[in-house]
């Protein structure tokens, strides 16, 4: 079955093909596809940007995670089930030459995995775009949609782990198949100054990332919690509580507290202070 594009109206399956005209698919035809960890490895090497993109959209190095985000795609939320699922995994989206990475858990089942954008179409992504608007990151406060015209200035979103997880909750073995991606993305982003991870997966796999890296981690290995600073070589990683629905709806996270962290990234990395 094919179902229109919210915002293109062409009509596509779900999961989406690679290269079949989907807003901002990196992939071509040729796109290779990485099937075990070993094969992550060697295609997150030697490849730019917009290669890694496209490498990135077509993995399937984890068989749970590739057959929980097709079944989610196929058989949809019923909100949803008027349009096309992405159902494939959600590369990194914004700026290519950013000061500022923000790093989350993994894309929403029916988000990232419907959108094919990173933080696109859930409560979180409503919470984090609105952010960054505000921060002036952002052109549009909302990110409905691949293809609806939102553009990142100095930003780019990354997610730790590629696919949506069942219970949003992916093994340590899938967290460590992709983190060849992550590695990789980071290492093509060299003007970046400050990774704004949301939650402590986020925060414990950028540390882990960035010690295998090469970059001197403080001893004791700096904690998790909202506004916590890191400063590893010429990086710096803040803290920020993750703008899940169970933090925003109970006041863990406030749009202030959030909107506070944006202005503690620019003082600790933005362009005014390079």
């Known amino acids: 079955m094919t179902l229109p594009h919210p915002i293109s109206g062409r009509l596509f399956g779900s999961p989406v093909p690679p290269a079949s005209g989907w807003p901002d698919d990196p992939a071509s035809p040729g796109t290779p596809i990485a099937r075990t960890h070993a094969e992550v490895l060697t295609l997150a090497a030697d490849c730019d940007l917009t290669e890694l993109d496209a490498r990135v959209s077509v993995c399937r190095a984890c068989p749970r995670l590739v ?3 097709e079944d989610v795609a196929s058989d949809k939320r019923a909100s949803f089930a008027g349009e096309p699922y992405w159902g494939r995994p959600v590369p990194g989206w914004g700026d290519p030459d950013p000061w500022l990475v923000v790093l989350g858990l993994a894309p929403a089942a029916h988000g990232g995995n419907r ?4 933080f696109t179409g859930d409560r979180s992504g409503e919470w984090l775009f609105a952010a960054l608007h505000r921060a002036g990151l952002a052109e549009l406060p909302t990110s409905a949609h691949s293809g609806d015209g939102q553009r990142l200035t100095g930003a ?3 997610a730790a782990v590629r696919c949506a997880p069942p219970a949003n909750k992916p093994t340590p073995a899938e967290r460590d198949a992709c983190a060849p991606w992550l590695a990789a993305e980071l290492a093509l982003l060299p003007r970046a100054r400050v990774v704004l991870c949301l939650g402590g997966f986020a925060w414990d796999v950028a540390m882990r990332q960035l010690a295998t890296a090469g970059l001197p981690v403080p001893r004791p290995r700096p904690v998790f919690g909202h506004g916590a600073v890191a400063t590893l070589g010429e ?3 803040l803290g920020s509580y993750h703008p899940s629905q169970q933090n925003t709806f109970t006041g863990k ?3 202030e507290m959030l909107d506070e962290v944006f202005v503690a990234a620019r003082e600790l990395g933005g362009p005014h202070v390079r």
């Open 115 to 118: 959108t094919g954008r990173v």
């Open 156 to 158: 780019r979103i990354l």
């Open 253 to 255: 996270l406030t749009a």
């Open 235 to 237: 990086l710096t990683l």
């Open 67 to 69: 057959a929980w985000r």
